[in-house]
């Protein structure tokens, strides 16, 4: 089946994170707000790529350090009183970030090209940082209405790439990752796209945590 291609896109650059605004307390330890805009293009896509128009880089814990790098040293300027500060709450908050860093890689044999599908263009960079090859994205959101043909689509792809796991957020994903485990052997993995919630100081770390070890079982099963 040919299916329509389009870009999945991602980016490194912590400082142009756009359509998301980040509200980041002076302590470089309190998690960032993210008022979430989806993308309105939803159209799936097969063997897609990865440039830099994604804003959800903060899905990526490697790229998420560099954006409390980033802020820690932006403040720093703007503040020079509390500069050490400043440095000194990021390298703590750092410190966590590359555990969950490293917990990650330490399942790359699980998960190194492991072939999968997405349903929120976020899990791209989920993708990307346990090497797994997001190979068709249907993007979905409250105002996505999802075809006959589309459902078709995916469990083409499913069939056709050898996909056991899909990545979905369950508020928009839930139906469909439904109506496709019936037509499937597919495991459906809900996973948090960190883009609400309390906000408290440690809610991306727990998120975080928690996401990882729904994709270690989903992998181990």
């Keep these: 089946m040919q299916m329509q291609n389009r870009t999945v896109t991602t980016t490194a650059d ?3 994170d756009s359509d998301h605004d980040h509200d980041h307390d002076a302590d470089a330890e309190s998690d960032s707000d993210h008022d979430h805009e989806a993308d309105a293009e939803s159209d799936s896509a097969h063997d897609h790529d990865h440039g830099d128009e994604n804003a959800h880089a903060w899905m990526s814990v490697p790229r998420y350090r560099t954006m409390v790098k980033t ?3 932006h403040l720093a300027q703007k503040d020079e009183a509390h500069a050490e500060e400043y440095y000194a709450n990021a390298e703590k908050y750092d410190a966590k970030l ?3 860093e490293k917990e990650q890689d330490s399942l790359k044999s699980l998960t190194d ?7 929120h263009e976020a899990y791209a960079y989920v993708a990307d940082d ?3 090859n997001a190979c ?3 993007d979905l959101d409250e105002e996505r209405s999802v075809s006959a043909g589309e459902i078709k689509q995916v469990i083409s792809a499913i069939k056709d790439d050898g996909v056991s796991v899909i990545l979905a957020e369950e508020l928009y994903g839930k139906s469909m990752g439904d109506t496709v485990s019936c037509e499937t052997d597919v495991h459906v993995v809900y996973i948090d796209p960190l883009n609400r919630g309390e ?4 809610s991306y770390l727990d998120g975080m945590e ?3 070890e729904l994709i270690k079982d989903a992998f181990t099963k």
């Design 210 to 212: 928690q996401n990882i």
């Design 14 to 16: 912590a400082e142009s």
């Design 113 to 119: 090209g492991q072939n999968i599908v997405i349903f």
């Design 199 to 202: 906000y408290d100081k440690d």
């Design 130 to 132: 346990f090497s797994m």
């Design 71 to 73: 802020i820690a040293s």
């Design 98 to 100: 590359a555990k969950l």
């Design 136 to 138: 068709y994205l249907l």
